[in-house]
């Protein structure tokens, strides 16, 4: 069976930037894009179930892992034409591509700006940023089930490189408390990973950026139709806090509830996830 150790990385550049790679298994192409504040490892356990059947490439997103980590081109549209280009690069027409959160976002954006490159779609907990995303409190209410703190510092210039460098492992933990279902499920290593992943001034810049060209995003959001692509839709216990909008412009989506299930369901869950996965795209 496919371990972590039989993984094959490589990189791409494609679009003005480097991407980095991690690919196992043969057959149809499958592109897994992670989210924040993660790397490509969040499919690791899932990758040699996925491997018996397709050719497997899970993608550190730009500015993400040991991809480059470039000044521009954070907005979701830009980074779809980095997975685009990266499906042509590695010789394929179109590729089954699922993403969780900001690789959510990037999905939805890919499926939007370059659908003949989608096979088939699952996006797990990453709505691609609307005008609801400003609806969203900076005073925490009672009952809400997400509080995205880290959309506002994100956001702000220069501050949050000075504040997290060195300190990402406490942000990772906190994540892995709070919207992460069961804590024991995320080993050491793992937390260790995505703490390295971030832990530097110009990590955080990085990926910062996907939060700071949120308002582009919106822009770009209005200016797209529905969603007519296949869609499976994957949550947990914030499910709900996206589902209406998933409805609102894609309205031929379904969706699967992982029970017992927080934020992180390949790591949480990874035989389930890629069994969804499996079933979906067939």
Request: charged share 20%; proline share 6%.
């Amino acid at each position: 069976m496919t371990t972590p150790a039989d993984f094959e990385h490589d990189y791409a550049d494609v679009n003005g930037t480097r991407l980095h790679y991690v690919t196992a298994g043969e057959g149809h192409p499958l592109v897994l894009l992670p989210g924040w504040p993660r790397t490509w490892w969040q499919f690791h356990q899932a990758i040699p179930l996925l491997a018996k059947r397709y050719r497997v490439i899970a993608v550190d997103i730009r500015g993400m892992g040991d991809s480059a980590k470039p000044e521009s081109g954070y907005d979701k549209k830009n980074m779809a034409r980095d997975i685009h280009e990266l499906i042509h690069h590695l010789g394929y027409q179109r590729a089954h591509v699922s993403g969780d959160d900001i690789g959510g976002m990037v999905s939805f954006s890919l499926a939007w700006n370059h659908p003949e490159s989608v096979a088939g779609l699952v996006i797990g907990d990453g709505m691609h940023p609307n005008p609801g995303f400003e609806s969203f409190s900076m005073i925490r209410k009672p009952g809400q089930l997400v509080y995205p703190w880290w959309w506002a510092t994100g956001a702000t210039e220069r501050l949050p490189e000075s504040w997290f460098a060195g300190k990402f492992r406490e942000i990772i933990d906190w994540n892995i408390e709070h919207i992460g279902g069961d804590p024991s499920r995320f080993s050491e290593q793992t937390r260790d990973i995505y703490a390295a992943g971030y832990d530097t001034a110009e990590a955080i810049r990085a990926t910062n950026g996907w939060f700071r060209t949120f308002h582009q995003d919106i822009v770009d959001y209005g200016s797209y139709g529905k969603l007519d692509k296949p869609l499976l839709y994957l949550g947990g216990t914030l499910l709900e806090v996206s589902k209406h909008w998933v409805q609102e412009i894609a309205p031929n989506a379904t969706f699967q509830f992982f029970a017992d299930t927080g934020h992180f369901m390949p790591e949480e869950q990874p035989k389930q996830w890629a069994e969804a996965l499996i079933k979906h795209f067939g």
